[in-house]
């Protein structure tokens, strides 16, 4: 196919606010060949996305998949940076790596509940929402994923990290450091939710993975591995 006709047919379906079936299929015809359904690249698309989510959540659950990543390691909160700041003026680096090296672990230990939910979310997206992913932002698949599992991520995620913060040991180091620094003398009491944080930034880092799962699948041709997905976005290959 002609590099500039390709090129100009992707613009053209990228910058629709939606979709409509029939403008997709004939597009995807033309870029592929007439070698592929709809409904084939959809499932192309699932099993895509199934695998940059199984990717993102078995990076994450490995020891320092959080801790070792400086995207998505995380700190103190920030309504808690005077305590570490100055909690380490004192001298008492341990006690505040203590804390950031526990939460994070605590972290790691509740992403393995995504990847169940993930898949689950996955495997029900409809043709339309899959071929508006297909054809839209580079992003746009992680960001169907925030719309449909965050809720149910953060149900899942809370219990464990509660659980996890206090088998790691995360919720002694916390009230160490907080009840340390509440002692000082003059300074406003802190005690953030530690529990609620974490999710949060857990589920930040867990997106943040499958952003870039979805990015090397889109771009990079040796990050497809069945060849249904080669075929669907085989057609990046040419855009260049």
């Given amino acids: 196919m002609n590099r500039f006709l390709l090129i100009l047919l992707i613009s053209t379906i990228s910058v629709q606010s939606t979709c409509d079936p029939q403008v997709m ?8 060949g007439g070698t592929i359904t709809e409904s084939e690249a959809a499932n192309g698309l699932k099993e895509a996305l199934v695998q940059g ?15 070792g990543n400086p995207k998505i390691k995380i700190p103190f909160p920030p309504e808690a940076q005077k305590i570490e700041t100055t909690l380490r003026d004192l001298g008492l ?15 790691e230990d509740a992403a393995v509940e ?16 899959a071929m508006n992913i297909l054809f839209g932002e580079n992003d746009a698949a992680t960001e169907y994923l925030k719309r449909t599992t965050t809720s149910a991520l953060t149900a899942k995620f809370k219990p464990e990290i509660d659980k996890s913060l206090t088998e790691v040991n995360a919720t002694k180091y916390w009230n160490d450091a907080v009840n340390y620094y509440n002692q000082i003398p003059l300074v406003q009491d802190l005690n953030p939710d530690l529990s609620g944080y974490v999710t949060s930034k857990a589920l930040d880092g867990l997106f943040y993975m499958i952003e870039q799962e979805e990015l090397k699948i889109r771009l990079d041709p040796g990050a497809r591995l069945a060849e249904i997905v080669k075929k669907v976005f085989g057609y990046y290959d040419a855009n260049k």
């Fill in 25 to 32: 299929e004939d597009v995807l015809n033309t870029v592929t």
């Fill in 93 to 107: 680096n341990k006690m505040c790596d203590d804390v950031i090296n526990s939460i994070n672990h605590a972290a």
């Fill in 53 to 67: 989510a199984t990717n993102g959540s078995d990076i994450l659950s490995k020891v320092n998949g959080y801790l």
């Fill in 114 to 129: 995504a990847k169940a939910i993930l898949i689950t979310s996955i495997r029900q997206m409809t043709v339309a929402d």
